[in-house]
């Protein structure tokens, strides 16, 4: 089972950035890796998601400010944040999709709290 930690997390200004880290027990070379944050009343949206073969997928909102990606000699994935906004301000969640099927692995969570 894979464990996933993740860190990275903190309050920020506007226009401020973040690295949110999510470092894996086991190898994630061959897992699809993405970010999720959930804020207050809203439900749960990928934010970024990378294959196991580099291509990357961003929601709207985050597109040209937030950067996926992975390092997989130290099974790690991570999310620039750039340009933060406080719509920004959610929960993060790493999540790891194993290709060749299986159950997904979640991160604990991290708060990202974006001010005006």
């Known amino acids: 089972q894979v464990q996933l930690v993740e860190s990275g997390g903190g309050l920020v200004q506007a226009g401020g950035s973040l690295r949110l880290s999510c470092a894996a027990s086991?190898?994630?070379?061959?897992?699809?890796s993405a970010w999720y944050r959930q804020a207050p009343g809203k439900q749960r949206e990928l934010v970024a998601g990378i294959s196991s073969g580099g291509f990357t997928n961003y929601a709207d909102s985050v597109k040209g400010r937030f950067t996926i990606s992975r390092d997989n000699p130290k099974n790690t994935v991570y999310l620039q944040m750039n340009s933060l906004k406080p719509e920004d301000t959610a929960v993060y969640y790493c999540?790891?999709?194993?290709?060749?099927?299986?159950?997904?692995?979640w991160g604990q969570g991290t708060q990202v709290t974006v001010s005006s």
């Open positions: 999540n790891l999709v194993p290709l060749g099927g299986g159950n997904a692995y």
């Open positions: 086991g190898s994630i070379f061959t897992m699809y």
